[in-house]
Structures are given as structure tokens and as C-alpha cells.
């Protein structure tokens, strides 16, 4: 008994595939790109939301503002992925709180800013280059 089908071979289809091919490497680099301002942006947000401390007294050793000069990045860690830090040794205690204080979440905050900008950044990059 012989089987029933069909077979469709499109006439253009290796035009097809280069334009493809194209577009993929267009919008991986457009994602790149806006993927890295968006951390650069999360980067001075967190700064900016760092508190400092009181200026100190005429002659002291202290150094307010250690830990908003602490950010740094962003630093590429792999496709599409960019971090930005805070080296100071108590940045950690100051973004999540302790027993004894609530915390300012300065890097928290700023990633819930930027969700939003990055999503529709992206969006847009796809719709222009798709």
C-alpha cells in the first residue's frame, strides 16, 4: 500500500535562511547593546540611591561616601548578561538591613526601575530589526 504526503521546497529558501541569519545577528547585538545600557544605568541609579555618611569633624580620618564611589560595572559576564557590583565590604548590610537597621535596598530599587525600560527596549529593538 502506498503512503499519502507531500513535499514543499520553497522556491527562495536560501534567501530565506541569509535573511534570517541576518536578523539574528542584528538583533542579538541590538539586545547586547541595550542590555548594557540598561546595567549602566542600573549602575548610577544604585549610586544614587546610596546614602553617605555625615561629613565628619576637621581632621578625622573617615571618608564618607566610600560605598556610592564602590559601584562598579557593568562588567560583561557572558551573552547578554552584564553585572554591576559594590566591592565595599559592608554594601551587603546596607542594601539588605541587619537586626539593628532596616535595609536601603540602593540595588534592589534600581533594577525595578529599569525592568521596565529594558522589557520595552527590547521590544522595540525586535519590532525594528523584525
Known sequence: MAGLGFSITPVNLPQFQGNLASKSVKLSKAIDMV???????????????????????????KNPGNLKRGWSGPKQTGKWEYEVENAVEYALYVENGTWKMAGRHMLASAVHRAEPMHKAAIMAAIKVIL
Open 35 to 61: 542590555t548594557k545600557k540598561t546595567a549602566t544605568f542600573i549602575r548610577a541609579e544604585a549610586a544614587r540611591n546610596t546614602p553617605t555618611g555625615k561629613a565628619p569633624p576637621e581632621g578625622s580620618s
